[in-house]
């Protein structure tokens, strides 16, 4: 009788055995984020720097004053990402930085995800 018990409860363990997914990686495509900048003299409004995603491999950088009205021209930068590591091209230099669900922190500014 012990044996049976033993063997069924060896079967019984065996078929309940789960496989773990795989983790996904986290990615930035499609995410918006942005940083104080300063405060316009001109006009007291404030100016805000801002990264939107568009690939896996190229963010858009601009200012834009409440973060609607563009300021300048957009620029395409190049960029990597391999969690928790953000590196930006900028004039043909590596920007190293870090970035969690929440925050980025790049070139001395903290900037935090738009809804």
């Known amino acids: 009788m012990k044996l049976f018990t033993s063997l069924l409860l060896l079967i019984a363990m065996s078929g309940c055995s789960k496989t773990e997914p795989a983790p996904v990686a986290p990615s930035l495509v499609g995410t918006r984020w942005s940083a104080f ?10 100016v805000y720097e801002l990264f939107r ?19 300048g021209q957009i620029e395409n930068r190049a960029y ?5 590591v953000l ?20 070139g001395g500014k903290d900037y935090t995800k738009e809804p």
Do not use: C
Request: glycine share 6%; proline share 6%.
């Open 37 to 46: 900048s300063f405060k316009s003299v001109a006009t007291g409004a404030n």
């Open 80 to 84: 990597t990402y391999v969690d928790p």
């Open 53 to 71: 995603f568009t690939t896996t491999t190229n963010v858009e950088v601009y200012s834009a004053t409440e973060k609607t009205a563009i300021i």
């Open 87 to 106: 590196t930006m091209t900028v004039n043909g230099k590596p920007l190293v930085g870090s970035a969690s669900p929440t925050l980025i922190r790049i």
